[in-house]
């Protein structure tokens, strides 16, 4: 079950948002200090950051007890492990306990104040409470470190909040620098077709859900909206194949649900 902390902790930053829909590691640092070689981090060896790992797998299975036992545990034996405040916050998070998530995500970026995927994991958090201001903040920190491996990531993340706060130009902007990172980024395309959709522009709402269906599985969500657009343009045959498909693959959703009523 060991997993390299880096590439454990940034999929559980996708877990965390994502599931929105997105962890990382620790010592205190100087502001001026530069440390940006180590994106913002320390390396650890110890008890502490191995209850850590552990945590993080079985927050991936969806065990949040058996986790939450294990990065009690590590911050026990480390209480100045950067990674594992931001670990249980977002487990806090998961449980619905709040105030919880948010004390442990503010301990784990004083630690760590410029690692990106706590700041991306905070920004994450802050967008969910609806406090879109302090959201953007975070992701635009994330997004200043150099070393930042996966930057679509935090500005994917920064797209669909600002889309929840209803600025779509903003959104579509972020969305749009996160597909020059990376073009197949799943989550940024299924946003761009939905925002796309929202806007009125049918025919790049179209390439961009056909883009996603080249690289993600179907989902209920993804083919709800392919109908929707395909109906907007008047392509019967498109729409009856993703009825058909929805319909067998996803007969209990919301989104069965949801074409039914369209159909009365």
Same mark, same amino acid.
């Given at each position: 079950m060991k997993?390299?902390?880096?590439?454990?902790?940034?999929?559980?930053?996708?877990?965390?948002?994502?599931?929105?829909?997105?962890? =990382?590691?620790?010592?205190?640092? *100087?502001?001026?200090?530069?440390?940006t070689g180590s994106l913002g981090t320390t390396a650890k060896k110890g008890t502490g950051d191995v209850y850590v790992r552990l945590a993080v797998v079985y927050m991936q299975q969806g065990k949040l007890g058996v986790a939450l036992q294990n990065i009690k545990?590590?911050?026990?034996?480390?209480? +100045?492990?950067?990674?594992?405040? +931001?670990?249980?916050?977002?487990?806090?998070?998961?449980?619905?306990?709040?105030?919880?998530?948010?004390?442990?995500?503010? =301990?784990?970026?004083?630690? =760590?104040?410029?690692?990106?995927?706590?700041?991306? *994991?905070?920004?994450?958090?802050?967008?969910?409470?609806?406090?879109?201001?302090? *959201?953007?903040? =975070?992701?635009?920190?994330?997004?200043?470190?150099?070393?930042?491996k996966t930057p679509e990531v935090a500005l994917t993340n920064a797209g669909i909040c600002a889309r929840r706060a209803k600025d779509l130009d903003v959104a579509e902007a972020y969305l749009r620098r996160a597909l020059q990172h990376n073009n197949r980024f799943s989550v940024a395309l299924l946003n761009m077709a939905r925002i796309s959709h929202e806007s009125g522009d049918m025919q790049a709402a179209r390439d961009f859900i056909k883009r996603y269906h080249k690289v993600a599985k179907f989902t209920a969500q993804s083919l709800w909206l392919a109908i929707q657009i395909e109906t907007k343009l008047g392509n019967k045959d498109a729409v009856a194949s993703h009825i058909m498909q929805l319909r067998g693959s996803f007969p209990d959703s919301t989104e069965v649900k949801l074409l039914r009523d369209s159909l009365k």
């Amino acid at each position: 079950m060991k997993l390299e902390g880096a590439k454990a902790l940034s999929a559980a930053l996708l877990i965390a948002f994502f599931g929105l829909a997105g962890c =990382q590691q620790g010592g205190v640092r *100087a502001d001026m200090e530069d440390d940006t070689g180590s994106l913002g981090t320390t390396a650890k060896k110890g008890t502490g950051d191995v209850y850590v790992r552990l945590a993080v797998v079985y927050m991936q299975q969806g065990k949040l007890g058996v986790a939450l036992q294990n990065i009690k545990k590590g911050i026990a034996a480390d209480p +100045n492990n950067g990674e594992g405040h +931001n670990v249980m916050a977002i487990i806090y998070n998961r449980l619905g306990e709040k105030g919880l998530a948010e004390k442990h995500f503010k =301990q784990s970026k004083r630690l =760590q104040p410029r690692n990106p995927y706590t700041l991306n *994991a905070y920004g994450g958090f802050l967008c969910s409470e609806k406090r879109f201001k302090e *959201a953007d903040e =975070q992701f635009k920190s994330a997004l200043k470190n150099p070393l930042y491996k996966t930057p679509e990531v935090a500005l994917t993340n920064a797209g669909i909040c600002a889309r929840r706060a209803k600025d779509l130009d903003v959104a579509e902007a972020y969305l749009r620098r996160a597909l020059q990172h990376n073009n197949r980024f799943s989550v940024a395309l299924l946003n761009m077709a939905r925002i796309s959709h929202e806007s009125g522009d049918m025919q790049a709402a179209r390439d961009f859900i056909k883009r996603y269906h080249k690289v993600a599985k179907f989902t209920a969500q993804s083919l709800w909206l392919a109908i929707q657009i395909e109906t907007k343009l008047g392509n019967k045959d498109a729409v009856a194949s993703h009825i058909m498909q929805l319909r067998g693959s996803f007969p209990d959703s919301t989104e069965v649900k949801l074409l039914r009523d369209s159909l009365k």
